[in-house]
């Protein structure tokens, strides 16, 4: 063969010797692909899927009033065989009625559209201000030696005490609620936001930007807090169930709102949690309450995990 047949000449281009031949990473991509590696996840997200469905699509299908049937004492406190034989076969009287003649599972469900709103709610508001003052507060030491003092105060009052408190200063709603809830709920989390901060805001490519003039705030904003998202969806999977279990607890002592939450239900119920026949309309909502919640505390943890750089192998 001739040598131009063997040998031929290839040109040099700097531009394409610079390329690097690696395959596509899309971060968010790889959360979802972790996180739905695990077959549990599925199921636990079918489980909330129904739940969400139940607590916002059914109230808004059906017609719920507590007092529709309260001058009919026929009604009242049937066990679900005795509700069903009544008034027969539909969804609305599997768990029977309560002490209103209302429907038990009516009334679980319009009480765990509120409490998810409200959880919901309180997360969105806490984590927004917890994650932005949490970093700002890591990467200033200025901002520091303040928030430090804030934190040493507002930190030591019980947090349950707090809301107990706003709760009677103020007409008992669901905005007064959200309020006792989130004005110093916040604090926390950013706390727990600005120790992961001062762990890595003296890293080398955070003293460059510093170094380059950026400020304190874009760095925060742009150089720390896309490192921090498995942190950040950690604590979210803490707190949305939190705020849950804090209604739940308020209103059960007392301190509630007037909105017929779940724990508004569990209240009302409690004498029937000791009387034959009655137990459903206390266990019901109990039972609902505690699968949202851990439903909740297991997809958020299980995102957290997936949000993990270091799983996307």
Not at 163 to 179: D, G, N, R
Request: proline share 4%; glycine share 6%.
């Amino acid at each position: 063969m001739s040598e131009e047949k063997l040998f031929s000449f290839h040109e040099h281009s700097d531009l394409e010797s610079e390329k690097i031949t690696a395959p596509r990473y899309s971060y968010w991509q790889s959360v979802f692909r972790v996180f739905f590696r695990k077959k549990i996840n599925i199921v636990i997200l079918g489980v909330l899927a129904v739940l969400v469905v139940f607590a916002y699509a059914y109230p808004a299908l059906t017609e719920y009033d507590k007092y529709g049937e309260l001058l009919n004492p026929d009604v009242k406190h049937l066990s679900p065989s005795k509700a069903i034989d009544y008034y027969g076969f539909h969804l609305k009287y599997i768990l029977g009625t309560g002490a209103a003649g209302q429907s038990t599972f009516d009334a679980i469900w319009n009480g765990s559209r509120i409490s998810i709103s409200l959880a919901f709610i309180c997360g969105a508001i806490n984590m927004t201000v917890g994650v932005l003052v949490g970093a700002i507060w890591g990467f200033s030491k200025k901002v520091d030696t303040f928030m430090m003092e804030v934190y040493n105060i507002l930190g030591n009052i019980p947090y349950v005490l707090l809301i107990s408190v706003l709760l009677m200063l103020f007409t008992p709603s669901f905005w007064t609620m959200v309020f006792a809830l989130t004005v110093t709920g916040w604090l926390y989390l950013a706390y727990a936001i600005r120790i992961q901060v001062v762990i890595i805001r003296d890293r080398e490519y955070n003293l460059a930007s510093r170094c380059l003039g950026t400020s304190t705030g874009k760095i925060a904003i742009k150089n720390i807090l896309p490192f921090m998202t498995s942190v950040i969806v950690t604590l979210l999977a803490t707190e949305i169930p939190s705020y849950i279990s804090y209604e739940v607890f308020l209103a059960y002592i007392g301190r509630g709102i007037p909105e017929m939450t779940l724990g508004r239900l569990i209240y009302e119920a409690e004498s029937s949690m000791v009387t034959p026949g009655w137990e459903l309309e206390f266990w019901s909502p109990v039972a609902i309450a505690v699968i949202i919640t851990v439903v909740l505390y297991v997809v958020g943890l299980n995102l957290g995990d997936a949000s993990d750089p270091r799983t996307h192998v």
